[in-house]
């Protein structure tokens, strides 16, 4: 009884902090799809071109879930929004 209840308890760790891990990793991720959509608007507007993507809680969860493949649909809505 006590190895299934000593088992059960680093089972049960291991989940929680795994869990941290992923939260942690989303937030990472999402942080620097806002740094990369805060560059791209940059050398976007240099060149003269306003892409409507703005660093909004929105835009962040896509970074975080889908990451760049998130960020490259971002700007193809906005891209489909000036040129429709």
């Not at 990472?28 to 806002?34: I, N």
């Not at 791209?40 to 760049?68: E, H, K, R, Y």
């Not at 971002?74 to 040129?83: K, V």
């Amino acid at each position: 009884m006590t190895i299934i209840i000593i088992s059960s308890c680093f089972f049960i760790g291991s989940l929680v902090l795994q869990q941290g891990k992923i939260v942690l990793e989303g937030i990472f991720r999402g942080v620097l799809g806002m740094v990369v959509i805060g560059l791209a608007n940059g050398i976007l507007g240099s060149f003269g071109i306003l892409v409507p993507v703005g660093i909004n809680f929105l835009n962040f969860a896509v970074a975080a879930f889908l990451g760049i493949p998130g960020i490259f649909a971002l700007y193809g809505i906005g891209f489909w929004q000036i040129f429709h």
